[in-house]
């Protein structure tokens, strides 16, 4: 079968022939998936780049990717919860099921997580050894081309909704993929406004497309300055999208005293804040965000779909055959697009 793989340590990546898996290769809780549709994430770009995060954590060859809707083709002697034929979309965080947060509700933040597509092969490929903890049976109203994008689509919805948005002012730092489909999760909550901050021109026309009411470049504006000149309290709000160390701390002062902050951007590193006067002295909650509830959150993110709620259109901006992944990395790399999804069929 074909599969993209990090063949060695470097840049790149290649698409090899590799051996099909076959039920001989299940160990009794897992689960052969035949990958329908595949979806680049930020952290396949990551390993693309061989940046030091993967240099530290990848270990080559590995076949990468975790984002996917896929059907269920053979399973291991002890699965229950999943039968051939079954539609599929993957938590990409595989629990050791039996850790201290496992065993108390938390299995997303589990403390031997393992992620597919980094620590285990992952679905970039035509078919995929996944285990059956982590499938999600998506309802089939759902069309493939959304369902490969769940997971991403479940960061925006736990981030969003650790608070209650209902008539709340709400500031998103960060338009990119998940960043906008948090826009429309937080309008779907009620919120009463959503104000984005984003520097990238073709980000900032999808961030009005999926129902921004404003929509600020940082790079041109003063963005505290502006959330104060449309609400004279700033906002309740914060929901960290971007990873810029500017944007978050812009961002937290936007925020009215004893106002609440998700953050799901990723900063790389140690970032340098005055936490007593912009958090500790204002009586901010700051909750941070590591992937999804199981499955709460997956829950939410099927019926938000099903029932269209949500439109994922404005997200996902191209479908390309599986064989064209290189123009897929191409125009992640760029930021030439919302999702990018691999279709495999
Ligand atoms: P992305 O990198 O595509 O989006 C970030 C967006 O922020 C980009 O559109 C960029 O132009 C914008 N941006 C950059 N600087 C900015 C600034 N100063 N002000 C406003 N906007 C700015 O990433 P994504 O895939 O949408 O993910 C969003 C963030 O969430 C990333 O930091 C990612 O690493 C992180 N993430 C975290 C988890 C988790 O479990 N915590 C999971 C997935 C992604
Ligand atoms: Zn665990």
Known sequence: MKAIMKKVSGPGLVMEQVKKPTQEDLGPRD??????????CGTDVHIYKWDEWSQSRIIPPLITGHEMAGEVVAVGSAVTQVKVGDLVA????IPCEHCYQCKTGRMHICKNLKILGVDTNGI???YAIIPETV???FSPEIP??????????????????????????????????????????AKVAGASTVIVSEVDPLRIK???????DVV??????DLVREVYKLLDDGVDVLLEMSGNRRAFEDGLKCVTMGGEVSVLGIFGGKIEINFDALITMRGLAV???TGRRMFETWRIADELLRTKKVDLSKVVTHILPFDQWEKGFELMLNKQCGKVVLNLD
Not at 31 to 40: D, P
Not at 90 to 93: D, F, G, I, V, W
């Open 206 to 212: 999808m961030a009005y497309e999926n129902g921004a």
């Open 287 to 289: 909750y941070g965000i």
């Open 124 to 126: 970039f490929a035509e």
């Open 216 to 221: 600020i470049n940082p790079a041109e504006k």
């Open 31 to 40: 689960v052969l998936v035949k990958i329908r549709r595949a979806s680049i």
């Open 144 to 185: 493939l081309d959304y369902a490969s994008v769940m997971e991403p689509f479940g960061n925006a919805i736990y981030t969003a909704s650790v608070t209650n948005l209902l008539g709340k002012t709400v500031l998103i730092t960060g338009a990119g993929p998940i960043g906008l489909m948090a826009i429309q999760v």
């Open 135 to 137: 499938l999600w049976r």
């Open 90 to 93: 993957a938590e990409t965080h």
